[in-house]
């Protein structure tokens, strides 16, 4: 559902649960992503990345799925801890010399302990 | 050490002042940018330098802008403030311009612009 006044999809999770945020992406020429994650009153914050020859990347806690075909991306979260709880944004880069990063709408993330 | 930092953090104004907004950011990178972050929390880049030279200009009006007197440095002034133009901004910088990995964009914290 969408966060009223917002309008950002959102995510309620219980902690300790897993987490999948989706990211539908524009650009079928874009080669590289990212997910960054904005706390309250903070700027976005680098999570994890990954280029477009691949299909999966894990981090610490973190993984991203990228399905080219139908242009879609997700962040899975493992173990969810109210620390999680943000805004968290996809972000694509255009193939070429186009050196423009450009984000998602943002999906809000509530973690309920 | 604060490694991307903006002032002011918070700025409220009347319709028509011009005020500015700094950026320095000291991790030795060669791009900055300017976001622009509205009530919806869509962010979207307005300008981004590169070792001092405009690389993207991103259909923002004439009142806005931007200066980089150095690499380490991005000041955004704005003239004639409109309702409309508020907002929070942000400063970014990444390592590089393009290139894998260079996308990593450093974030300020946010300067929130209030027009009244």
């Known amino acids: 559902g969408e966060s009223v006044g917002l309008h950002l999809p959102t995510l309620s999770v219980q902690e300790g649960d897993n987490s999948i945020i989706n990211c539908a992406y524009s650009n079928s020429a874009s080669d590289y992503f990212i997910w960054y994650k904005q706390e309250s009153g903070k700027g976005p914050q680098f999570i994890i990345d990954?280029?477009?020859?691949?299909d999966k990347r894990q981090g610490q806690r973190v993984t991203v799925l990228l399905n080219k075909t139908v242009k879609h991306l997700s962040l899975q979260i493992a173990a969810t801890q109210p620390g999680d709880s943000a805004v968290y944004f996809c972000a694509e880069k255009p193939g070429g010399s186009n050196y423009k990063l450009t984000f998602g709408k943002g999906t809000l993330l509530t973690v309920n302990p | 050490d604060t490694a991307v930092s903006q002032t002011p953090k918070y700025l409220v104004t009347q319709m028509g002042n011009d005020k500015s907004i700094k950026c320095e950011q000291n991790l030795g990178h060669d791009t900055m940018y300017w976001y622009k972050q509205d009530s919806k929390k869509f962010l979207k880049i307005m300008f981004s330098?590169?070792?001092?030279?405009?690389?993207i200009n991103e259909t923002v009006p004439n009142r806005f802008s931007p200066k980089s007197p150095d690499k380490a440095h991005l000041n955004l002034h704005i003239n004639s403030l409109e309702l409309g133009d508020s907002a929070v901004y942000f400063c970014?910088?990444?390592?590089?311009?393009?290139?894998f990995g260079a996308g990593e964009l450093f974030f300020g914290e946010g300067s929130r612009l209030t027009v009244l």
């Open positions: 990954i280029r477009s020859n691949m």
């Open positions: 970014a910088s990444s390592l590089r311009l393009g290139g």
């Open positions: 330098y590169n070792n001092k030279e405009l690389i």
